[in-house]
C-alpha cells in the first residue's frame, strides 16, 4: 500500500532507525561495541524520536482510540504499540549493559517500526479523515518533510 503524503515524515523518521537496529542486531561481546551501539539506539530514541512518538501517542494513537469498538483490528493495534513503547523505554532504561541486551533492543526497534509502517499507518489512512491526517503532518518533524508533498 501506497503510504499517504501525510505519514511519509513519520515513515522517513524510521529509517534510521532501520539501520542501527540492524547493526545493532549484530553487536559483538566487547566494551566498545556494545557502548557503540547502546549509545546510538538510546540516542535515536531518546533525541530524534521524542516529537516523533508524541506525534504517534497524541494524533494517531488518540485518534484511533475512537473506533476501538467499531473496528476490532484498533484495538488490537493501539494494545500492541502502547506495549512496544512500553518495553522500549524499559530497556533503554537498563542499569547494566550486555551484547545481549544491545541486541534485545535493536529487535525491539526494529520490529516496533516495522509493526508501524506494517500495521499501524496503513490502518491510519484507511481509517483517519484527511483532516486528522493533515494535523498528524503538521505536527511531524520539520526537517523530515518534503516541499514536493504539497502540504
Not at 25 to 43: F, G, R
Amino acid at each position: 500500500m501506497k503510504r499517504t503524503n501525510q505519514l511519509q515524515p513519520l515513515s522517513r523518521e524510521h529509517h534510521l532507525g532501520l539501520v542501527l537496529s540492524r547493526r545493532a542486531k549484530v553487536c559483538a561481546n566487547d566494551v566498545e561495541d556494545i557502548a557503540k551501539h547502546w549509545t546510538a539506539l538510546t540516542d535515536y530514541i531518546n533525541q530524534n524520536m521524542t516529537n516523533h512518538f508524541n506525534v504517534e501517542d497524541d494524533l494517531i494513537l488518540a485518534k484511533l482510540e475512537g473506533y476501538r469498538a467499531s473496528h476490532p483490528q484498533v484495538a488490537q493495534v493501539i494494545d500492541k504499540i502502547a506495549e512496544q513503547h512500553h518495553k522500549l523505554y524499559q530497556l533503554i532504561g537498563l542499569p547494566s549493559l550486555s551484547a545481549a541486551q544491545v541486541q534485545e533492543l535493536a529487535n525491539a526497534l526494529y520490529d516496533h517500526i516495522r509493526f508501524e509502517e506494517r500495521e499501524l499507518f496503513p490502518l491510519a489512512q484507511h481509517v483517519l479523515s484527511e483532516q486528522e491526517l493533515d494535523a498528524i503532518y503538521d505536527a511531524s518533524s520539520k526537517n523530515v518533510k518534503r516541499e514536493k508533498e504539497n502540504r
